[in-house]
């Protein structure tokens, strides 16, 4: 149950615009769905965090989204498809600094 609240105000702080509230919200989710083993829960903190850390730009988000899709694989969930098309997504953006 706190997993899943705080997966809901990790959604929330990205949809009203605030990442790193997204983040430590999808960070204190992953922990309690890890020490729980909720699998699905893992994988959607996952993603979300993903997705915080990608709109603050500071951290690699497909670390992230590699692990949710193992996750979301391995569940046979719908979900692995959105992360596939974000992973594209960056391998389809080309590095600046070289």
């Known amino acids: 149950m706190e997993g899943e609240a705080l997966t809901v105000l990790a959604r929330a702080g990205l949809e009203h615009g ?3 509230t997204a983040a430590a ?3 204190a989710a992953l922990a309690v769905h890890r020490a729980t083993g909720h699998l699905a829960g893992r994988a959607r903190s996952l993603l979300l965090l993903g997705d915080a850390v990608d ?3 500071g951290e690699n988000a497909s670390t992230y989204w ?3 899709l193992g996750l979301f694989d ?3 969930a719908s979900e ?3 992360v596939r098309r974000r992973l594209a997504a ?3 953006v080309p590095n600046s600094s070289a």
């Open 18 to 20: 605030e990442p790193s």
């Open 55 to 57: 709109r603050e730009g």
């Open 80 to 82: 692995a498809t959105v």
């Open 25 to 27: 919200h999808a960070r």
């Open 74 to 76: 391995g569940l046979g």
């Open 66 to 68: 590699k692990e949710a």
């Open 90 to 92: 960056l391998q389809a």
